[in-house]
């Protein structure tokens, strides 16, 4: 699955430095922040540090949503039909396309 994308190819990883809030990529040698998570005062450390593993893990994350895309629509839209915690069934493949298209869009509206 090979596409062009507008954000900052992955892998990314949090900043090894105690206390910085940097969410880093790497260009070839360099480094360079993709993201500075704040906390607000009554933020935990270890809400904090959850939030940027979070961001970190944010393009494996959209990979995996894009393969698991193209294996819903492989096995047909009847099997991608799901039953959660008993509510309502949801199709897979419309929850995996549209939070693609979210993660994806750019300030156009388009999407890659």
Do not use: Y
């Amino acid at each position: 699955m090979t596409e062009t994308t507008k954000h900052t190819s992955g892998p990314w990883s949090i900043s090894g430095i105690a206390g910085d809030n940097h969410v880093m990529a790497r260009a070839g040698r360099n480094k360079f922040a993709v993201a500075i998570c704040g906390g607000h005062p009554l933020m935990s450390p270890e809400e904090l540090e959850a939030n940027k593993q979070l961001i970190a893990s944010t393009p494996d994350l959209l990979t995996l949503c894009k393969w698991a895309l193209v294996l819903c629509n492989a096995l047909g839209r009847d099997k991608a039909t799901l039953c959660f915690d008993g509510k309502a069934e949801f199709c897979l493949t419309d929850e995996l396309t549209n939070g693609i298209i979210n993660a994806t869009q750019s300030t156009t509206g388009a999407h890659t």
